[in-house]
Protein backbone atom coordinates (compact mmCIF):
# COMPACT_ATOMS: atom_id res chain seq x y z
CA UNK A 1 0.00 0.00 0.00
CA UNK A 2 1.54 3.62 -0.91
CA UNK A 3 0.39 5.85 1.79
CA UNK A 4 0.65 9.73 0.84
CA UNK A 5 3.85 11.12 2.19
CA UNK A 6 2.15 13.96 3.57
CA UNK A 7 -0.25 11.63 5.68
CA UNK A 8 3.02 9.37 6.48
CA UNK A 9 4.82 12.11 7.81
CA UNK A 10 1.52 13.96 9.85
CA UNK A 11 1.13 10.35 11.65
CA UNK A 12 4.70 10.23 12.56
CA UNK A 13 4.30 13.42 14.36
CA UNK A 14 0.98 12.22 16.01
CA UNK A 15 2.25 8.82 16.84
CA UNK A 16 6.28 8.88 17.09
CA UNK A 17 8.34 6.50 14.49
CA UNK A 18 7.46 3.01 16.33
CA UNK A 19 3.46 3.72 16.78
CA UNK A 20 3.36 5.07 12.87
CA UNK A 21 5.52 1.75 11.49
CA UNK A 22 3.13 -0.82 13.41
CA UNK A 23 -0.04 1.57 12.23
CA UNK A 24 1.46 1.65 8.11
CA UNK A 25 2.13 -2.22 8.78
CA UNK A 26 -1.06 -2.91 9.81
CA UNK A 27 -2.69 -1.31 6.87
CA UNK A 28 -0.64 -3.64 5.19
CA UNK A 29 -2.81 -6.56 6.39
CA UNK A 30 -6.27 -8.17 5.29
CA UNK A 31 -8.88 -6.21 7.12
CA UNK A 32 -11.13 -8.07 9.60
CA UNK A 33 -14.62 -9.30 8.56
CA UNK A 34 -17.40 -8.72 10.98
CA UNK A 35 -21.18 -8.45 10.86
CA UNK A 36 -23.73 -8.00 13.44
CA UNK A 37 -26.76 -10.03 13.85
CA UNK A 38 -30.60 -8.78 14.21
CA UNK A 39 -31.58 -9.89 17.85
CA UNK A 40 -35.24 -9.39 16.64
CA UNK A 41 -34.53 -12.49 13.71
CA UNK A 42 -32.11 -14.03 14.41
CA UNK A 43 -29.80 -15.55 16.85
CA UNK A 44 -26.62 -17.52 16.97
CA UNK A 45 -27.85 -20.47 18.11
CA UNK A 46 -30.14 -20.39 15.04
CA UNK A 47 -27.50 -20.98 12.53
CA UNK A 48 -27.23 -23.94 10.58
CA UNK A 49 -24.46 -25.48 11.79
CA UNK A 50 -23.93 -28.20 9.28
CA UNK A 51 -24.19 -24.99 6.31
CA UNK A 52 -21.33 -22.81 7.71
CA UNK A 53 -19.05 -25.70 9.36
CA UNK A 54 -15.81 -23.90 8.78
CA UNK A 55 -16.98 -20.26 9.81
CA UNK A 56 -16.42 -19.06 13.56
CA UNK A 57 -17.86 -16.53 15.14
CA UNK A 58 -15.31 -14.76 17.75
CA UNK A 59 -17.62 -12.07 19.80
CA UNK A 60 -16.46 -7.93 18.69
CA UNK A 61 -15.90 -6.63 22.98
CA UNK A 62 -17.91 -3.64 22.87
CA UNK A 63 -20.84 -4.60 20.43
CA UNK A 64 -23.82 -7.02 21.90
CA UNK A 65 -23.99 -8.83 18.63
CA UNK A 66 -21.44 -7.82 16.87
CA UNK A 67 -18.92 -10.91 15.47
CA UNK A 68 -15.81 -11.34 13.57
CA UNK A 69 -16.16 -13.86 10.96
CA UNK A 70 -12.65 -16.00 9.59
CA UNK A 71 -13.70 -15.58 6.19
CA UNK A 72 -16.44 -13.47 4.29
CA UNK A 73 -19.96 -14.41 3.55
CA UNK A 74 -21.26 -14.66 -0.26
CA UNK A 75 -23.39 -11.76 0.93
CA UNK A 76 -24.99 -10.97 -2.15
CA UNK A 77 -26.41 -14.93 -2.45
CA UNK A 78 -27.50 -15.51 0.89
CA UNK A 79 -30.76 -15.48 1.46
CA UNK A 80 -31.04 -14.29 5.47
CA UNK A 81 -28.70 -10.98 4.38
CA UNK A 82 -31.52 -10.25 2.40
CA UNK A 83 -34.10 -10.87 4.95
CA UNK A 84 -32.42 -8.61 7.25
CA UNK A 85 -31.06 -11.39 9.52
CA UNK A 86 -27.37 -9.84 9.92
CA UNK A 87 -25.75 -6.52 8.50
CA UNK A 88 -22.10 -6.10 7.41
CA UNK A 89 -20.62 -3.60 9.28
CA UNK A 90 -17.04 -2.22 10.32
CA UNK A 91 -16.25 -3.33 13.99
CA UNK A 92 -14.99 -0.36 15.31
CA UNK A 93 -18.47 1.52 14.37
CA UNK A 94 -20.17 -0.76 16.20
CA UNK A 95 -18.87 1.43 19.44
CA UNK A 96 -21.64 3.60 19.03
CA UNK A 97 -23.28 0.93 21.28
CA UNK A 98 -21.42 1.85 24.39
CA UNK A 99 -22.64 5.59 24.07
CA UNK A 100 -26.22 4.79 23.63
CA UNK A 101 -26.44 2.19 26.16
CA UNK A 102 -24.77 3.63 29.16
CA UNK A 103 -26.26 7.00 28.83
CA UNK A 104 -29.83 5.78 27.64
CA UNK A 105 -32.62 4.33 29.92
CA UNK A 106 -36.11 6.08 28.77
CA UNK A 107 -37.07 6.25 25.28
CA UNK A 108 -36.16 9.32 23.35
CA UNK A 109 -36.42 10.71 19.72
CA UNK A 110 -32.90 10.10 18.10
CA UNK A 111 -31.48 11.36 14.45
CA UNK A 112 -29.21 9.84 12.94
CA UNK A 113 -27.86 12.81 10.39
CA UNK A 114 -25.89 11.51 8.00
CA UNK A 115 -27.03 7.80 8.17
CA UNK A 116 -26.40 6.00 4.82
CA UNK A 117 -26.40 3.40 3.95
CA UNK A 118 -27.52 2.23 7.48
CA UNK A 119 -24.89 0.08 9.67
CA UNK A 120 -25.53 2.86 12.77
CA UNK A 121 -29.19 3.30 11.86
CA UNK A 122 -29.67 -0.47 11.57
CA UNK A 123 -27.40 -0.68 15.00
CA UNK A 124 -28.93 2.28 17.05
CA UNK A 125 -32.45 0.74 16.18
CA UNK A 126 -31.33 -2.72 18.01
CA UNK A 127 -29.95 -0.98 20.72
CA UNK A 128 -32.39 2.58 21.97
CA UNK A 129 -34.93 1.80 24.76
CA UNK A 130 -38.03 0.14 23.57
CA UNK A 131 -40.62 2.92 22.13
CA UNK A 132 -38.09 5.12 20.79
CA UNK A 133 -37.93 7.10 17.32
CA UNK A 134 -35.02 6.76 15.04
CA UNK A 135 -35.17 9.74 12.27
CA UNK A 136 -32.76 8.45 9.71
CA UNK A 137 -31.49 11.21 7.36
CA UNK A 138 -29.40 11.00 4.35
CA UNK A 139 -28.88 14.25 2.20
CA UNK A 140 -27.92 12.37 -1.15
CA UNK A 141 -31.09 10.59 -2.65
CA UNK A 142 -29.68 7.56 -4.07
CA UNK A 143 -27.87 6.60 -0.57
CA UNK A 144 -31.26 7.82 0.89
CA UNK A 145 -33.29 5.41 -0.58
CA UNK A 146 -30.38 2.43 0.07
CA UNK A 147 -31.04 3.20 3.63
CA UNK A 148 -34.66 3.04 3.31
CA UNK A 149 -34.43 -0.18 2.01
CA UNK A 150 -31.60 -1.31 4.53
CA UNK A 151 -33.98 0.03 7.89
CA UNK A 152 -37.37 -2.11 6.01
CA UNK A 153 -35.04 -5.48 6.10
CA UNK A 154 -34.02 -4.16 9.50
CA UNK A 155 -37.98 -4.44 10.56
CA UNK A 156 -38.37 -1.89 12.96
CA UNK A 157 -41.33 0.18 12.48
CA UNK A 158 -40.35 3.18 14.42
CA UNK A 159 -38.51 4.73 11.96
CA UNK A 160 -38.59 7.98 10.08
CA UNK A 161 -36.60 8.10 6.75
CA UNK A 162 -35.33 11.80 5.66
CA UNK A 163 -33.56 13.37 2.99
CA UNK A 164 -32.01 16.69 3.93
CA UNK A 165 -29.18 18.83 4.10
CA UNK A 166 -28.54 19.35 7.98
CA UNK A 167 -29.24 23.13 7.41
CA UNK A 168 -33.08 21.80 6.78
CA UNK A 169 -33.94 20.30 10.16
CA UNK A 170 -33.49 24.41 11.45
CA UNK A 171 -37.02 24.86 12.50
CA UNK A 172 -36.95 21.66 14.30
CA UNK A 173 -35.55 23.17 17.74
CA UNK A 174 -34.53 21.14 20.46
CA UNK A 175 -36.37 18.55 19.01
CA UNK A 176 -34.20 15.63 19.68
CA UNK A 177 -32.66 14.23 22.16
CA UNK A 178 -30.18 12.44 20.77
CA UNK A 179 -28.21 13.24 17.63
CA UNK A 180 -25.49 10.93 15.97
CA UNK A 181 -23.19 12.74 13.79
CA UNK A 182 -20.93 10.63 12.04
CA UNK A 183 -19.29 13.19 10.04
CA UNK A 184 -18.14 13.16 6.45
CA UNK A 185 -14.60 12.87 6.26
CA UNK A 186 -11.21 12.82 4.80
CA UNK A 187 -11.34 9.04 5.16
CA UNK A 188 -7.79 7.75 6.83
CA UNK A 189 -9.09 5.32 9.15
CA UNK A 190 -10.52 3.31 6.01
CA UNK A 191 -7.72 3.22 4.01
CA UNK A 192 -7.18 -0.14 4.19
CA UNK A 193 -10.16 -1.21 2.85
CA UNK A 194 -10.94 1.27 0.32
CA UNK A 195 -8.03 2.43 -1.77
CA UNK A 196 -9.90 4.92 -3.12
CA UNK A 197 -9.86 6.99 0.13
CA UNK A 198 -5.92 6.90 -0.33
CA UNK A 199 -6.12 8.99 -4.09
CA UNK A 200 -8.62 11.68 -2.54
CA UNK A 201 -6.71 12.30 0.41
CA UNK A 202 -4.55 15.41 0.78
CA UNK A 203 -3.89 17.91 3.37
CA UNK A 204 -6.74 20.38 1.71
CA UNK A 205 -8.94 17.92 1.44
CA UNK A 206 -8.46 17.27 5.77
CA UNK A 207 -9.05 21.14 5.71
CA UNK A 208 -12.10 21.25 3.72
CA UNK A 209 -13.40 18.69 5.78
CA UNK A 210 -12.93 19.84 9.44
CA UNK A 211 -14.88 23.25 8.15
CA UNK A 212 -17.67 20.88 6.34
CA UNK A 213 -17.90 18.85 9.79
CA UNK A 214 -18.22 22.85 11.68
CA UNK A 215 -20.70 23.69 9.36
CA UNK A 216 -22.87 20.62 9.75
CA UNK A 217 -22.41 20.49 13.77
CA UNK A 218 -23.57 24.62 13.94
CA UNK A 219 -26.77 23.52 11.55
CA UNK A 220 -27.89 20.76 13.44
CA UNK A 221 -27.18 22.08 17.08
CA UNK A 222 -30.26 23.78 17.67
CA UNK A 223 -32.05 21.28 17.02
CA UNK A 224 -30.53 18.88 20.34
CA UNK A 225 -32.64 19.45 23.12
CA UNK A 226 -31.07 21.14 26.33
CA UNK A 227 -29.50 18.17 28.12
CA UNK A 228 -29.19 16.20 25.01
CA UNK A 229 -26.57 14.05 23.80
CA UNK A 230 -24.63 14.80 20.24
CA UNK A 231 -22.15 11.66 19.33
CA UNK A 232 -19.57 13.04 16.83
CA UNK A 233 -17.58 10.18 15.21
CA UNK A 234 -15.59 10.29 12.21
CA UNK A 235 -13.46 6.83 10.07
CA UNK A 236 -10.30 9.25 10.50
CA UNK A 237 -6.98 9.49 12.51
CA UNK A 238 -6.06 13.41 12.64
CA UNK A 239 -6.49 15.38 15.48
CA UNK A 240 -8.30 18.60 12.81
CA UNK A 241 -11.58 16.36 12.43
CA UNK A 242 -11.65 14.76 15.82
CA UNK A 243 -9.90 16.22 18.87
CA UNK A 244 -10.27 19.54 17.88
CA UNK A 245 -13.51 19.99 16.28
CA UNK A 246 -14.61 18.08 20.14
CA UNK A 247 -12.40 21.17 21.75
CA UNK A 248 -14.04 23.67 19.44
CA UNK A 249 -17.99 22.27 20.42
CA UNK A 250 -16.97 22.87 24.61
CA UNK A 251 -15.73 26.47 23.67
CA UNK A 252 -18.50 27.68 20.94
CA UNK A 253 -21.58 25.57 22.67
CA UNK A 254 -20.59 24.98 26.17
CA UNK A 255 -20.90 21.10 25.63
CA UNK A 256 -19.63 18.52 28.19
CA UNK A 257 -17.48 15.64 26.78
CA UNK A 258 -19.18 12.37 28.79
CA UNK A 259 -16.68 9.58 29.43
CA UNK A 260 -17.58 6.37 28.39
CA UNK A 261 -16.85 2.75 30.54
CA UNK A 262 -14.23 0.31 28.65
CA UNK A 263 -12.40 -2.38 29.03
CA UNK A 264 -8.34 -2.19 29.23
CA UNK A 265 -8.31 -5.33 26.47
CA UNK A 266 -10.33 -3.72 24.26
CA UNK A 267 -6.82 -1.38 23.28
CA UNK A 268 -9.42 1.58 23.15
CA UNK A 269 -7.00 4.86 22.48
CA UNK A 270 -7.56 8.22 24.24
CA UNK A 271 -6.84 11.75 23.24
CA UNK A 272 -3.49 12.60 20.43
CA UNK A 273 -4.10 16.16 20.79
CA UNK A 274 -1.34 17.65 22.55
CA UNK A 275 -2.26 19.45 25.97
CA UNK A 276 -6.80 17.82 25.88
CA UNK A 277 -7.32 15.31 28.01
CA UNK A 278 -11.30 15.07 27.43
CA UNK A 279 -12.98 11.42 27.45
CA UNK A 280 -12.70 10.72 23.33
CA UNK A 281 -11.57 6.97 21.79
CA UNK A 282 -9.87 6.63 19.21
CA UNK A 283 -9.58 3.06 17.42
CA UNK A 284 -6.32 2.10 15.67
CA UNK A 285 -5.90 -0.93 13.69
CA UNK A 286 -2.44 -1.98 15.47
CA UNK A 287 -4.29 -1.60 18.96
CA UNK A 288 -7.72 -2.80 17.79
CA UNK A 289 -9.10 -5.20 15.94
CA UNK A 290 -10.94 -3.08 13.48
CA UNK A 291 -10.56 0.20 10.74
CA UNK A 292 -9.80 3.49 12.28
CA UNK A 293 -12.48 5.08 14.03
CA UNK A 294 -12.88 8.18 16.44
CA UNK A 295 -16.23 8.95 18.72
CA UNK A 296 -17.03 11.34 21.53
CA UNK A 297 -20.10 11.96 23.53
CA UNK A 298 -20.95 15.65 24.31
CA UNK A 299 -23.92 16.76 26.29
CA UNK A 300 -25.78 19.83 25.60
CA UNK A 301 -25.76 22.36 28.62
CA UNK A 302 -29.25 23.00 30.14
CA UNK A 303 -29.63 27.26 30.19
CA UNK A 304 -31.85 28.86 29.38
CA UNK A 305 -35.37 27.99 28.01
CA UNK A 306 -35.54 28.04 23.78
CA UNK A 307 -37.47 28.17 21.49
CA UNK A 308 -39.63 24.64 20.92
CA UNK A 309 -40.50 22.98 17.45
CA UNK A 310 -44.25 22.51 18.90
CA UNK A 311 -44.64 26.40 18.06
CA UNK A 312 -43.90 25.89 14.47
CA UNK A 313 -46.96 23.35 13.93
CA UNK A 314 -50.06 24.64 12.28
CA UNK A 315 -53.17 25.14 14.22
CA UNK A 316 -55.66 23.55 11.34
CA UNK A 317 -55.01 19.77 10.53
CA UNK A 318 -53.37 18.86 7.57
CA UNK A 319 -55.62 17.90 4.29
CA UNK A 320 -53.67 14.77 4.30
CA UNK A 321 -56.45 12.63 6.20
CA UNK A 322 -58.92 12.80 3.00
CA UNK A 323 -56.49 10.01 1.35
CA UNK A 324 -58.12 7.72 3.80
CA UNK A 325 -61.74 7.91 1.65
CA UNK A 326 -59.36 5.82 -0.84
CA UNK A 327 -59.51 2.26 1.84
CA UNK A 328 -62.96 1.00 2.54
CA UNK A 329 -63.76 0.08 6.84
CA UNK A 330 -62.92 -3.34 5.32
CA UNK A 331 -59.40 -2.68 4.33
CA UNK A 332 -58.51 -0.76 7.61
CA UNK A 333 -60.12 -3.77 9.41
CA UNK A 334 -57.63 -6.32 7.22
CA UNK A 335 -54.97 -3.83 7.65
CA UNK A 336 -55.22 -3.87 11.30
CA UNK A 337 -55.35 -7.51 11.59
CA UNK A 338 -52.43 -8.03 9.75
CA UNK A 339 -50.53 -6.08 12.82
CA UNK A 340 -49.01 -8.18 16.14
CA UNK A 341 -50.15 -4.64 17.73
CA UNK A 342 -53.18 -2.44 18.10
CA UNK A 343 -51.47 0.94 19.44
CA UNK A 344 -50.05 1.61 15.40
CA UNK A 345 -51.90 3.83 13.68
CA UNK A 346 -52.92 2.97 9.67
CA UNK A 347 -52.06 5.97 8.00
CA UNK A 348 -52.72 6.20 3.88
CA UNK A 349 -50.29 7.89 1.51
CA UNK A 350 -51.66 7.39 -1.71
CA UNK A 351 -52.69 3.91 -2.77
CA UNK A 352 -50.22 2.58 0.27
CA UNK A 353 -51.35 2.13 4.24
CA UNK A 354 -48.59 2.85 6.52
CA UNK A 355 -48.57 1.73 10.28
CA UNK A 356 -46.84 4.30 13.19
CA UNK A 357 -46.62 4.56 16.01
CA UNK A 358 -49.35 6.28 17.98
CA UNK A 359 -47.20 8.16 20.41
CA UNK A 360 -45.53 9.79 17.57
CA UNK A 361 -47.90 11.19 15.59
CA UNK A 362 -47.84 15.11 16.65
CA UNK A 363 -43.34 14.29 15.75
CA UNK A 364 -44.32 12.91 12.26
CA UNK A 365 -46.49 15.42 11.38
CA UNK A 366 -43.61 18.07 12.22
CA UNK A 367 -41.21 16.33 10.19
CA UNK A 368 -43.28 15.77 6.81
CA UNK A 369 -44.37 19.41 7.09
CA UNK A 370 -40.39 20.71 8.07
CA UNK A 371 -38.03 17.76 5.79
CA UNK A 372 -38.34 15.66 2.83
CA UNK A 373 -39.67 12.18 4.31
CA UNK A 374 -39.53 9.33 1.65
CA UNK A 375 -40.44 6.81 4.62
CA UNK A 376 -42.03 5.78 7.84
CA UNK A 377 -43.07 3.30 9.70
CA UNK A 378 -43.99 -0.03 8.08
CA UNK A 379 -45.53 -0.13 4.73
CA UNK A 380 -48.65 -2.99 5.75
CA UNK A 381 -50.23 -3.08 2.21
CA UNK A 382 -51.46 -1.12 -1.38
CA UNK A 383 -54.34 -1.11 -3.47
CA UNK A 384 -54.33 -3.71 -5.96
CA UNK A 385 -57.21 -2.62 -8.41
CA UNK A 386 -60.07 -3.12 -5.91
CA UNK A 387 -58.40 -5.24 -3.59
CA UNK A 388 -55.82 -4.56 -0.52
CA UNK A 389 -52.60 -6.44 -1.36
CA UNK A 390 -49.87 -7.09 1.44
CA UNK A 391 -46.52 -5.12 1.02
CA UNK A 392 -43.59 -6.87 1.17
CA UNK A 393 -42.11 -4.05 4.14
CA UNK A 394 -44.83 -5.79 6.22
CA UNK A 395 -43.19 -9.82 5.63
CA UNK A 396 -39.67 -8.23 6.94
CA UNK A 397 -41.13 -6.16 10.33
CA UNK A 398 -41.71 -6.94 13.65
CA UNK A 399 -45.17 -5.84 13.51
CA UNK A 400 -46.07 -8.77 11.07
CA UNK A 401 -48.88 -10.83 12.60
CA UNK A 402 -47.49 -13.78 10.32
CA UNK A 403 -50.02 -16.35 11.36
CA UNK A 404 -52.70 -15.26 9.39
CA UNK A 405 -50.86 -16.00 6.00
CA UNK A 406 -50.32 -19.22 4.75
CA UNK A 407 -46.52 -19.98 4.53
CA UNK A 408 -44.40 -21.81 2.13
CA UNK A 409 -40.65 -22.84 3.20
CA UNK A 410 -38.10 -22.25 0.16
CA UNK A 411 -35.31 -24.37 -0.76
CA UNK A 412 -32.12 -22.54 -1.11
CA UNK A 413 -32.37 -22.71 -4.57
CA UNK A 414 -36.33 -21.88 -4.55
CA UNK A 415 -35.30 -18.34 -2.26
CA UNK A 416 -32.39 -17.29 -4.65
CA UNK A 417 -34.75 -17.47 -7.73
CA UNK A 418 -37.32 -15.36 -5.40
CA UNK A 419 -34.87 -12.62 -4.87
CA UNK A 420 -33.88 -12.42 -8.53
CA UNK A 421 -37.76 -11.67 -8.62
CA UNK A 422 -38.78 -14.81 -10.79
CA UNK A 423 -41.31 -16.75 -11.10
CA UNK A 424 -41.18 -20.43 -8.88
CA UNK A 425 -43.61 -22.73 -8.12
CA UNK A 426 -44.82 -23.96 -5.15
CA UNK A 427 -45.94 -27.12 -3.97
CA UNK A 428 -48.75 -28.59 -5.39
CA UNK A 429 -50.92 -28.21 -1.79
CA UNK A 430 -49.70 -24.39 -1.14
CA UNK A 431 -52.79 -22.15 -0.61
CA UNK A 432 -53.93 -20.11 -3.31
CA UNK A 433 -53.67 -16.18 -2.89
CA UNK A 434 -51.28 -14.21 -0.78
CA UNK A 435 -48.47 -17.04 0.65
CA UNK A 436 -45.59 -16.00 2.81
CA UNK A 437 -42.44 -17.08 1.52
CA UNK A 438 -39.67 -18.35 4.23
CA UNK A 439 -36.05 -19.32 4.28
CA UNK A 440 -34.85 -21.40 6.56
CA UNK A 441 -38.33 -20.24 8.50
CA UNK A 442 -37.49 -16.78 8.20
CA UNK A 443 -39.95 -14.46 5.95
CA UNK A 444 -37.94 -13.06 2.82
CA UNK A 445 -41.33 -11.91 0.99
CA UNK A 446 -45.25 -12.94 -0.50
CA UNK A 447 -46.21 -14.44 -3.37
CA UNK A 448 -49.29 -14.59 -5.05
CA UNK A 449 -50.11 -18.16 -5.83
CA UNK A 450 -52.06 -18.79 -8.73
CA UNK A 451 -51.71 -22.54 -8.93
CA UNK A 452 -49.78 -23.51 -11.72
CA UNK A 453 -47.37 -20.50 -10.87
CA UNK A 454 -46.75 -17.71 -7.90
CA UNK A 455 -46.16 -14.22 -8.48
CA UNK A 456 -43.11 -12.82 -7.35
CA UNK A 457 -44.29 -10.13 -5.00
CA UNK A 458 -40.37 -9.01 -4.47
CA UNK A 459 -39.92 -5.11 -4.88
CA UNK A 460 -38.21 -4.83 -8.64
CA UNK A 461 -35.36 -2.33 -7.46
CA UNK A 462 -34.45 -4.82 -4.88
CA UNK A 463 -33.69 -8.01 -6.37
CA UNK A 464 -30.03 -9.85 -7.14
CA UNK A 465 -29.06 -8.11 -10.80
CA UNK A 466 -26.13 -10.32 -10.72
CA UNK A 467 -27.20 -14.00 -12.26
CA UNK A 468 -23.85 -15.86 -12.13
CA UNK A 469 -23.21 -17.79 -9.00
CA UNK A 470 -19.98 -17.89 -7.29
CA UNK A 471 -17.79 -21.19 -6.93
CA UNK A 472 -17.99 -21.54 -3.52
CA UNK A 473 -20.87 -19.97 -1.46
CA UNK A 474 -20.83 -19.56 2.22
CA UNK A 475 -24.13 -18.31 4.34
CA UNK A 476 -25.16 -18.41 7.94
Same mark, same amino acid.
Given at each position: ?????????????????????????????????????????????????????????????????????????????????????????????????????????????????????????????????????????????????????????????????????????????????????????????????????????????????????????????????? !??? +? =?????? *?? $? %?????????????????????????????????????????????????????????????????????????????????????????????????????????????? !??? +? =?????? *?? $? %????????????????????????????????????????????????????????????????????????????????????????????????????????????????? +?
Amino acid at each position: MKLPIPFTNYIHTLLGEKECQALTDALEQEPSVSIRLNPADFRLEDRDAACCSTLTFEPVPWATNGYYLNKRLTFTFDPLFHAGCYYVQEASSMFVEQALKQYLKTPVVMLDLCAAPGGKSTHARSILPEGSLLVANEVSRTRAQILAENLAKWGDPDVVVTNNDPSDFSSLKAFFDVILTDVPCSGEGMFRKDPGAIEEWSPENVRTCWQRQRRIITDIWPSLKP !GGL +L =IYSTCT *YN $T %EEDEENVRWMEQTYGAEVLPLDTAESWGITGSLLTGYEAPVYRFLPHRTRGEGFFLAVLRKPVGEEEACWEASLPKKKSKKAAEATLFSKEMMSQAASWLNRSDYRLIPK !GSE +L =IAFSEF *YT $T %ELEALRLSLKVIDFGVTVGELKGKDLAPFHDLAMNRLFHMALFPREELTYEQAIAYLHKEAITLSVTASRGYVVVTYKQVPIGFVKNIGNRANNLYPQEWRIRTTRLPDEITT +L
